[in-house]
């Protein structure tokens, strides 16, 4: 007996980050957007716990632990259930590319571990344990746009009816979360307790309009990325130029993620950037949270 979950990928359309928190943590205020990049996750009944990973070429498949520290094996341990399972992954969301991938898997793990086994447990149960695996995780089950605060765990749905356009350029190599929040410490000690708030981002968003929705786009942590990353910096320019309406690093990097006008708008600049990246891809937003294929 086996269930498969698909969890998309996320990018946050406004982070605003606050001064660290006693816990460690920073306080958020982000509006998310699921985007149609995804990671498949199979759980089944096995004699012993195990994880096995395929994926598209340019994921770094060997950045993902097959041991118990998998995000997505410790999802399985948050329902009250014995027994020992597989969990196979199919990523096609970047490892440490700042895009929510161990979050969606740890939150299709959730989803299908609980199907799989007829618990059936409500949303906001599901939701909590999704809080303890990580900030992102309850995103990934909700999916559409929403905005998060908290530290990222406290999800509230945002009505999206728009069909937003991206460009996506992944990294060959990942960042660390913590090392981006800890280069935002150093550059910005005095950042206020409460953070920046997604007003105009919001306003945006429900215009419907791109062009407004570009000039909305926020991300505390692209200063942080750019920093330790420069090529970053160069590449969001390359990328406006090619016409994308606004290039931003997606949460703490390093994939970046442009806005487009149109579909063929998206299609120009994924021709553009592709002569200088191996790796671009184009997606669509909002898409749905972790759902249940088979
Ligand atoms: O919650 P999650 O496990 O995804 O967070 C990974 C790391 O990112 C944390 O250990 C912390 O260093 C940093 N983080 C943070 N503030 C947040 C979310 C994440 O400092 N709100």
Redesign the pocket.
Known sequence: MSTTVRAAAKINLHLGVGR?RED???A?DTVYQAISLYDDVTVSDAAVDSVSVTGAAYVDLAGVPTDGSNIALRALAEAACSGSHLVHLVKSIPVAGGMAGG?ADAAAALLAHDRLHGLDQPDDVLLAQAARL???VPFSLVGGTARGRG??ELVEPIADSGSWWWVVVPSDVGLS??EV?RHFDRLFPHAPERPAEPGELLTALASGEPVRLARALHNDLQAPAIDLRPELGALIERGETAGALRGIVSGSGPTCVFLCDSRDGAMEVLAELSEVHDVVLTATGPVAGAHVLA
């Open positions: 660290a460690g943590f920073h958020l979050s990580g900030s992102d530290r990222g979360t913590p929040y």
